[in-house]
């Protein structure tokens, strides 16, 4: 029997020679750090894109007013001197939206702010919840 390692002409014919180990390393090398520069972007702008700020709001109650109203009660959740929109909705009792009004948070010194809102409805509304609000 002979040596595979001590035969260069098995050795070349498989490709088990030095120069493809060292081609495949350097490939191995250059996709693993394109993919480490890939990650690292992506984490830096996932990071640097939460420097904004954030903006939380939390339903604090409803008042059903009359057939076309609902008081909606709300609390927003933002950094100071920011501005934001809320939108509100009125539902019935099938949960389809009957009221929608978009409403505009002034900047204020405080982290949060109250606030009560009447929604008109095109029918009676058994419900008013936020629907969603932004920074602007």
Not at 36 to 42: E, G, P, R
Request: with cysteine.
């Amino acid at each position: 029997m002979t040596d595979t390692a001590a035969s260069p002409e098995l050795a070349e014919r498989y490709g088990r020679t030095p120069s493809k180990k060292r081609r495949d390393r350097t490939w191995l090398i250059v996709l693993g750090s394109i993919f480490a520069v890939v990650v690292i972007a992506w984490v830096a702008w996932a990071g640097l894109d939460q420097a904004g700020g954030s903006l939380e709001s939390e339903d604090a109650g409803n008042t059903i007013i009359d057939s076309r109203s609902v008081s909606v009660n709300f609390l927003v959740s933002m950094p100071a001197g920011n501005t934001a929109s809320c939108a509100l909705q009125v539902q019935n009792e099938q949960h389809a939206i009957v009221g929608w009004k978009v409403v505009a948070i002034p900047a204020s010194t405080k982290h949060t702010q109250s606030f009560t809102e009447i929604v008109q409805s095109s029918e009676l509304g058994v419900i008013g919840l936020i629907y969603r609000c932004w920074l602007t």
